[in-house]
Every structure is written in C-alpha cells, then in structure tokens.
C-alpha cells in the first residue's frame, strides 16, 4: 500500500469521527472496522465473535432473521424484521 493510504486515521482522526457523530452524523462500520469503533468510541458493546476461530465460528451462506430499530434514521422505511444473508466470516 502507498505510504499515504496506511497508519490509520490517528487520534485527530478519531476525534474528527466523534465530533461528526456528536453533531448527528451516522458511522458504519463493517468486519473488523466494528473493533476499532466498540474501543475508540467505548461502546457497551462487545464482538461475541471475538478471538474465535473459523472452526468455533464459520456461517457463510445462513440467513438471519434481523429486527431493526425503526426510531433510528437509518432504519427509515424498513419493516421492522429483515433477513441478512451471511457471506463469509469476517477475518479476526
């Protein structure tokens, strides 16, 4: 990777994600991503699947039935139930 795409957001960089978050904006975070945000942002939250191996956790292709907070904005116009389709397991 160039130098200019590596080393991570850094502290300033957090902070700039909290300020947008305290001003209303919307974070998602997706496989390991999720981590970063469950420490920087001291979600009370944890990865259940944390430190498993594939063997312990391995669902490619299940489909989970999903309830969605409908008060949330990013929710909007969503049934109150989904189904998720599973595609592979995030790398830990």
């Known amino acids: 990777m160039p130098d200019e795409y590596t080393g991570g957001v850094g502290k300033e960089g957090v902070e700039n994600l909290k300020k947008f978050v305290e001003a209303g904006g919307t974070l998602v975070f997706m496989n390991r991503s999720s981590n970063f ?3 920087q942002f001291n979600l ?5 699947t944390r430190g498993l ?12 039935r999903t309830e969605l907070d409908l008060t949330n904005p990013i929710a909007k116009g969503m049934p109150k139930a989904i189904d998720c389709l599973v ?3 995030p790398r830990f």
């Open 37 to 39: 945000a469950i420490e």
């Open 44 to 48: 009370p939250i944890k990865d259940v």
């Open 87 to 89: 595609r592979k397991r």
């Open 53 to 64: 191996s594939r063997k312990d956790f391995y669902i490619p292709g299940s489909i989970l």
